[in-house]
């Protein structure tokens, strides 16, 4: 009788839930720096609401759940609540400031639509199989 090796496959490494811009980084960074800081994080969600159906949400927490996502870009921590993880994939979450206000932006290729106040979206969730894994996007 022939002894057999099964090699487990490698665990594909997905790329994070959402990145942050330069701008993005430096405002949460602005937020959660100094003794008095709200919490260790900004956590990120979505809530049903509004006349597009779904808005974003951010808190501060300094609390991070067992499935809650932790994404660490550009030295900052952002936590994506376990219920709006599939809304989130692939997001882009930006800062901008203007004379008039200063937001931030989330370009989310998961909204489908939006009202015209901008206070509200239509999301649809992301499908699993379309996440490229890191090895696809050129990571080895």
């Known amino acids: 009788m022939s002894e057999v090796t099964v090699t487990p496959p490698k665990a594909r490494k997905l ?3 959402m990145r942050l811009t ?10 959660l720096s100094g003794d008095d800081a709200p919490g260790i994080a900004v956590r990120v969600g979505v809530e049903k609401g509004g006349c ?14 067992p499935f809650d996502a ?20 692939g997001t882009e979450m930006d800062f901008k400031a203007d004379k008039m206000s200063a937001q931030f932006v989330f370009n989310n290729p998961n909204q489908t639509s939006a009202c015209g106040c901008g206070e509200s ?20």
């Open 52 to 65: 597009a159906g779904m808005s974003y949400t951010l808190n501060y927490t300094s609390q991070i759940g």
């Open 15 to 17: 790329p994070p839930v």
């Open 70 to 89: 932790v994404v660490e870009d550009k030295g900052v921590k952002v936590v994506v609540d376990p219920s709006a993880l599939m809304f989130l994939i």
């Open 22 to 31: 330069d701008a993005a980084a430096e405002r949460l960074r602005e937020i």
């Open 121 to 140: 979206v239509a999301l649809t969730p992301a499908d699993p199989a379309a996440v490229p894994s890191a090895t696809s996007a050129g990571e080895a």
